[in-house]
């Protein structure tokens, strides 16, 4: 497997904080839960924080609980991902992902973002 990481992106040193944001259109927002994965130099693609349609539930992978929130706003068509307390295995890939909510019109959709990358490092 070979693993294609962009030159550019946002740094922060280990202990620091960063923020991401993705914003849709062209959706019904508050039908899709918001999803952020992530993707580290040599590792599969594993998703890192859930959030449901209303936003009052979320879930979040072992690695970084504790130290990431997401949230939403809907108003806004905005998904968060605040990281806290950064270690260099946090360097990554992290995706943006809306799919359809389960009993809405838009079950089955999946859309995604670009991805954004964050290098943890001194």
């Known amino acids: 497997q070979v693993y294609l990481v962009d030159s550019v992106g946002v740094w922060v040193q280990p202990g620091g904080s960063l923020k991401l944001a993705c914003t849709a259109s062209?959706?019904?927002?508050?039908?899709?839960?918001m999803i952020w994965h992530r993707q580290s130099p040599g590792k599969e693609r594993v998703v890192v924080a859930q959030?449901?349609?209303?936003?009052?539930?979320?879930r979040y992978a072992d690695a970084v609980k504790g130290r990431f929130t997401i949230s939403r706003d809907n108003a806004k068509n905005m998904v968060f991902l605040q990281m806290d307390n950064l270690n260099i295995e946090d360097t990554a890939v992290y995706y943006c992902?809306?799919?359809?909510?389960?009993?809405?019109?838009?079950?089955?959709?999946?859309?995604w973002g670009e991805g954004t990358l964050v290098t943890v490092s001194p």
């Open positions: 959030i449901t349609m209303s936003g009052k539930m979320t």
């Open positions: 992902n809306g799919k359809g909510g389960v009993d809405t019109s838009d079950y089955g959709m999946d859309y």
């Open positions: 062209g959706l019904t927002f508050n039908n899709f839960a």
